[in-house]
Nanobody, 120 residues
Framework: QVQLQESGPGLVKPSQTLSLTCTVS??????????WTWIRQSPGKGLEWMGA???????YYSPSLKSRTSISGDTSKNQFTLQLSSVTPEDTAVYYC????????????WGQGTQVTVSS
């Protein structure tokens, strides 16, 4: 059974960089052909795909967030990390990590989500 767990600060100040880590257990982030994804949901809005890192380490980003987003993987810890720079209160959301069996495919495993609030 694959499990994903998000971790990181729940409060970030405007203009700072938000950094979240997803720790994966029960499966390797290098296993063909999975894509490890970050998704968020802002209050009153739907799910927003932010980006993903593939089993081979390739990264993909939402065009609307690409200039501020970086996703990286640490195979030694079986983790992948999201960094979102220059945050504003509009980045307040519940952030999820999830696994998909292809880019744009359905997600078969999700983390429980972590609330991040951007406020001074």
């Amino acid at each position: 059974q694959v499990q994903l767990q998000e971790s990181g600060p729940g409060l970030v100040k405007p203009s700072q960089t938000l950094s979240l880590t997803c720790t994966v257990s029960g499966g390797s982030i290098t296993t063909n052909y999975y894509y490890w994804t970050w998704i968020r949901q802002s209050p009153g809005k739907g799910l927003e795909w932010m980006g993903a890192i593939s089993y081979s380490g390739s990264t993909y980003y939402s065009p609307s967030l690409k200039s501020r987003t970086s996703i990286s993987g640490d195979t030694s810890k079986n983790q992948f990390t999201l960094q979102l720079s220059s945050v504003t209160p509009e980045d307040t959301a519940v952030y999820y990590c999830a696994r998909a069996d292809g880019l744009g495919s359905e997600y078969d495993y999700w983390g429980q989500g972590t609330q991040v609030t951007v406020s001074s």
